[in-house]
């Protein structure tokens, strides 16, 4: 007994020696501390945003590929993997300089080319920042496959995928989004809201897509010389829907995560991305309901993701309430922008040009009209001026580029190949080898067992599509 009581002297002893060697916490240490726990906490939400934006390029090539048919599907999860894979390299190289780099005339950055502004030693912050803003980038490139579908040369688009990434996308985010680095971009100097990219990173891409389809023309069989529009049927819509969701959970980190710190204000930006989403998909819904009279499934899985597209810009400036309104007239403008796309014969398989060009300028205008502070006419010109300097920057630019690579490589594939589908003439592959696929829209197009008439060839059936379009 006695022996225990020595031990626990000794180590009361010791324990007050190794106090009595330590600081006294101050109130600088404890604040010290306590930025260090907050510094941790905004890396660590930045980079698992940056994971669930990645995840989209998931959501997007379901989406595409369900939207589309079967005998393209594996040329376009190959879009989508040079997307990513391409733009990042992109993006590490000249991208993200040219949009966070320092920039003295306020257009585009000229620093921090292949990550130069992070030291051994240093700080890594730019890191964590270049992680989340590279899957924006990728982003802003996916939107574009979607509207070129079908018809596009894989090394046309690939060119593209390089030139978005690494001008079109960053110039235009330099001049929002500078100053959130070393930069200090024009258009953010005017007071333009646009949190997490309904105009920086939607319309863009969607203002691309645009030009990119007006360029291409529309996929043989879409349009009658009489201006009649033949539905082409995507051949999987389950694997699109999924495809909704998961751009739906991604765009929990898109939004929330532009924060890029673990605060409370992600809260509101959660709860308003979803509010939105949901009305949009309803209105969507009820909108096609009235006008096709059944609840038609592709809308009404775009009006979700217009929902998300007009919540985007304004999802840390306005209320749960004006978050419903956003994205209910998103849910409905996305489908009349769809029916004028098509009645101006630009085809647009899965609906992009609508859902982020047109949603994306209409949540750019709505951050303005339903702004939490109050709206003014300044705010509002501001909206304007960003809406209109997107597409004069974006679609001149990209129709030129596109129209560059039609006139040099080739931009689209020959009308047999065409018909016969991008996986096995671009890729040699097949995504569904040990089915047989109907290809709607091209008739007299055989793609199964048998021997292929006159009618079933491939030129054959091209000259007769061509002749109807």
């Not at 079109?168 to 070393?182: D, R, T």
């Not at 209910?328 to 647009?348: E, H, M, Q």
């Amino acid at each position: 007994m006695k022996k225990l009581g020595m031990i626990l002297v000794y180590m009361v002893l010791s324990v007050t020696a190794a106090w009595a060697g330590d600081d006294a916490p101050t109130i600088a240490s404890n604040k010290t501390a306590i930025d260090l726990v907050q510094s941790h906490a905004d890396y660590v939400w930045t980079l698992v945003a940056a994971v669930l934006v990645f995840f989209m390029q998931a959501g997007f090539a379901m989406v595409e590929a369900g939207f589309t048919r079967a005998k393209n599907a594996v040329n376009i999860m190959m879009k989508n993997l040079m997307d990513f894979s391409m733009g990042s390299l992109v993006f590490f190289a000249v991208g993200f300089g040219l949009m966070f780099g320092t920039s003295k005339t306020g257009f585009f950055g000229t620093s921090d080319f292949f990550l130069s502004g992070f030291k051994i030693g240093g700080d890594p912050w730019i890191l964590a920042f270049w992680m989340f803003q590279a899957v924006f980038a990728a982003t802003a490139a996916t939107i574009v496959s979607g509207a070129m579908a079908e018809r596009t040369k894989f090394s046309g688009y690939l060119l593209y995928s390089v030139f978005i990434t690494g001008l079109i996308y960053p110039v235009f985010g330099s001049w929002a989004w500078g100053s959130l680095l070393n930069g200090s971009g024009w258009l953010e100097g005017l007071g333009f809201i646009d949190f997490a990219g309904s105009t920086v990173v939607h319309s863009v891409g969607g203002w691309a897509a645009l030009a990119g389809a007006m360029v291409l023309g529309p996929r043989l069989g879409k349009y009658t010389k009489e201006g009649r529009v033949k539905p082409i049927l995507g051949h999987n819509i389950p694997l699109a829907a999924v495809g909704v969701f998961i751009l739906w959970l991604g765009w929990f980190g898109f939004n929330p995560g532009s924060t890029t710190a673990a605060t409370k204000d992600i809260a509101m930006i959660f709860v308003n991305t979803n509010l939105a989403a949901a009305a949009g998909a309803v209105l969507a819904m009820i909108v096609s309901w009235m006008k096709f009279g059944k609840p038609e499934v592709g809308m009404s899985l775009n009006g979700a993701l217009a929902g998300l597209v007009g919540i985007t810009a304004g999802c840390a400036n306005v209320t749960p309430g004006s978050s419903i309104i956003i994205g209910a007239v998103a849910g409905v403008l996305v489908i009349f922008s769809v029916l004028f796309f098509d009645k101006i014969r630009i085809d647009d398989p899965v609906g992009a040009i609508s859902v982020h060009g047109v949603c994306g300028a209409w949540g750019t205008l709505a951050a303005g009209i339903f702004n939490i502070e109050g709206m003014t006419l300044g705010i509002l010109s501001v909206q304007v001026i960003g809406i209109v300097a997107c597409f004069a920057w974006t679609f001149p630019v990209a129709y030129l580029l596109f129209k560059l690579i039609d006139a040099t490589i080739g931009l689209r594939v020959s009308a047999e190949e065409e018909l016969e589908g991008l996986d096995a003439t671009e890729h040699g592959g097949n995504a569904y080898p040990d089915f047989t696929t109907i290809n709607h829209g091209s008739p007299g197009v055989s793609t199964g067992p048998g021997s292929p008439s006159k009618a079933a060839s491939p030129s054959f059936a091209a000259k007769g599509l061509a002749s109807q379009s």
